[in-house]
């Protein structure tokens, strides 16, 4: 029974703690354009390429796993057999451009190789519904799901019924726990995450000269994809800025717990110099906090992750943002259907891959934003721009 409680409360925390961030968002398929150019073509510097799985183990770069001629071979001619292998897409949720564009990423692979995509569902940051979008993607009885979890530990039986049934999966972001490689589940993707969060330390250490007192603002509960950032972020800190001393690691699930923590260490920390959200979203609380508590972007510094536009716009207005760490999410999507097909055919992949995120600043972020985003930059983005081209 306490168990059973324990995983409801996880479940419960973790479905508020994202919905927050996308409440209201149209649920619709967000229009994308070709991009201007691959981003690994991109002169931006990269974020440190650090990456753990929840077990200990480190990543291979995604560079490394490609189809082999004989692979593309066979795919192609089950693909014109007239019985196409067969995969279902079922993602936590699909109102956001990132999530959008890794489902589009993992789309337009499987499709170029002769895949029929049986269905995309999303839950919108509901467990509950996402483990009964599995359910019925078995049901399909497709050769492939690549799923993106809402939960690790509340979703396990769940995915491991799809091995039970024959069908091989891979995740992305979130690995659920229990579940065994390479007889359950068949490739983990996710970015660097911890190299991206040690990229943001090491430019907070940068801007601050090297010393004073920042903060972290982390979710309530164990994230793995967060929480590795957390652990980057503090690594930092720790090798590169001994004199940079973390006073606090506040905790928040919803929007406005964010921006209550926020207000919070302004109140207890008068000399506070810097504030490392987990993600763009709590960092722009920690923005509208840091306005209302008197600060500057000349006295204050605030690095975080995930490229979206109003972050962008945030650091390219030269505001509180000063580094934005972030990944390529039609690459991550990408390389989960590569990780896939390569199951489908009974070849050996692997178990953890991370795609290299980019460290974004106001001299950069337009470039990089229309690349990552496959979206125009707006017109107020690109105008902005220009005083530091």
Not at 95 to 123: H, M, P, R, W
């Amino acid at each position: 029974m306490r168990k059973l409680i324990t995983v409801i409360t996880v479940v419960m925390m973790v479905s508020l703690a994202f919905s927050f961030a996308f409440a209201g968002a149209e649920k619709e398929t967000i229009k994308t354009e070709e991009p201007t150019m691959s981003s690994e073509a991109l002169d931006i510097p990269r974020c440190k390429a650090l990456a753990v799985d929840p077990f200990g183990q480190p990543s291979v770069n995604y560079t490394e796993v490609k189809l082999t001629a004989d692979e593309i071979k066979a795919l192609e001619k089950k693909a014109k057999s007239g019985t196409p292998y067969t995969a279902v897409l079922a993602w936590h949720m699909l109102q956001s451009q990132f999530n959008s564009l890794q489902a589009l990423g993992a789309q337009d692979t499987l499709k170029k190789y002769g895949f029929k995509i049986l269905s995309v569902s999303e839950a919108d940051w509901k467990p509950e519904i996402h483990i009964q979008n599995l359910q019925t993607s078995i049901e399909m009885k497709p050769d492939l799901i690549i799923s993106v979890p809402v939960a690790e530990k509340a979703e396990v039986e769940a995915h491991k019924k799809i091995g039970e049934a024959g069908i091989k999966l891979v995740t992305i972001d979130l690995y659920p726990y229990g579940l065994k490689y390479p007889d359950e589940i068949q490739g983990f993707v996710t970015t660097t995450e911890r190299g991206n969060g040690y990229t943001a330390g090491k430019y907070m250490g940068e801007y601050l000269g090297g010393k004073g007192k920042v903060a972290v603002m982390k979710l309530s509960f164990y994230h793995y994809c967060t929480e590795e950032r957390v652990i980057g972020f503090k690594q930092a800190m720790k090798e590169l800025y001994p004199n940079i001393e973390v006073v606090a690691e506040v905790e928040f699930s919803t929007r406005e717990e964010a921006r209550r923590v926020a207000d919070a260490l302004f109140a207890k920390y008068k000399d506070l110099d810097g504030i490392f959200p987990i993600y763009d979203v709590p960092g722009l609380e920690a923005v509208g906090a840091a306005r209302d508590a008197g600060r500057t972007p000349k006295d204050f510094i605030i690095t975080t992750t995930d490229l979206n536009e109003a972050g962008a716009m945030e650091l390219v207005n030269d505001g509180f943002f000063k580094e934005i760490s972030a990944s390529d999410p039609y690459i991550m999507g990408e390389t989960a259907a590569i990780l896939g097909m390569k199951a489908v055919l009974g070849k050996p992949g692997q178990p953890f891959v991370s795609v290299q995120g980019f460290a974004f600043t106001k001299e950069n972020v337009v470039e990089g934003y229309k690349v990552l985003n496959r979206q125009k930059a707006s017109a107020e983005m690109e105008e902005a721009a220009k005083k530091w081209q």
